[in-house]
């Protein structure tokens, strides 16, 4: 999978930097920037798509056609996505104002 090798990429880029050693072959923007898009795009879509999810089965409970367990679990569910799409974001913010304090 495409983002898996970014993600390697990206890993071995910074051990390198961490370790001083040199940092291996880096893909160009417009190589690996459309697979990282791609990638968070397709994760935002499936957070939505519990959230949705976690709705309908909401709905489905208030008109008596649904389990409660099944409403908990999907909205758990939407829940621990959410949590987790939120804990990326902070940690690509951080990553970026890392890199902006880095000398040139």
Request: charged share 20%; no cysteine; aromatic share 4%.
């Amino acid at each position: 999978m495409a983002s898996s090798n970014f993600a390697a990429g990206a890993y071995a880029a910074v051990q390198g930097l961490a370790s001083g050693r040199p940092t291996p072959r880096v893909q160009p923007a417009s190589e690996a920037g459309g697979d990282f898009k791609q990638f968070l795009g397709q994760t935002l879509d499936s957070v939505g798509d519990a959230g949705r999810r976690a709705d309908a089965q909401a709905v489905s409970a208030a008109s008596g056609k649904a389990n409660v367990v099944d409403v908990v679990t999907a909205v758990a569910e939407s829940e621990t996505a959410l949590q987790t799409m939120v804990a990326v974001r902070d940690r690509m913010i951080s990553a970026y104002e890392e890199i902006m304090r880095m000398q040139i």
